[in-house]
Nanobody, 121 residues
Framework: QVQLVESGGGLVQAGGSLRLSCVAS????????MGWYRQAPGKQRDLVAF???????NYADSVKGRFTISGDNDKNTVYLQMNSLKPEDTAVYYC???????????????WGKGTLITVSA
């Protein structure tokens, strides 16, 4: 089995910073993409950022210039550094990975359980 575990969520004041981590573990052959979605109450789940094993990254327009995604391929870990946080960033943040288990020909999509980020005004 594959497990994605997020950490670093919590309560922070507007303008503050927070750093999320996500570790993929289990029977993993290769990880090709890791990233983050978020879902605020009553809203759809939106992509925040992702990074490929080659180091290419992409961001939602709403977080560009404030969030930075990075990864450690050797540890199957992705990080999300969140700066200048706003109340509208409040959401459950979900780590995801596109990876292959040994013997698999194609990538599969996996989710973490999510971690709550609350930004107070």
């Amino acid at each position: 089995q594959v497990q994605l575990v997020e950490s670093g969520g919590g309560l922070v004041q507007a303008g503050g910073s927070l750093r999320l981590s996500c570790v993929a573990s289990g029977n993993i052959f290769s990880v090709d993409v890791m990233g983050w979605y978020r879902q605020a109450p009553g809203k759809q789940r939106d992509l925040v950022a992702f990074i490929t094993s080659g180091g290419s990254s992409n961001y939602a327009d709403s977080v560009k210039g404030r969030f930075t995604i990075s990864g450690d391929n050797d540890k199957n870990t992705v990080y999300l550094q969140m700066n200048s946080l706003k109340p509208e960033d409040t959401a459950v943040y979900y780590c995801y990975a596109k990876l292959r288990m040994p013997g698999q020909q194609y990538e599969m999509f996996y989710w973490g359980k999510g971690t709550l980020i609350t930004v107070s005004a």
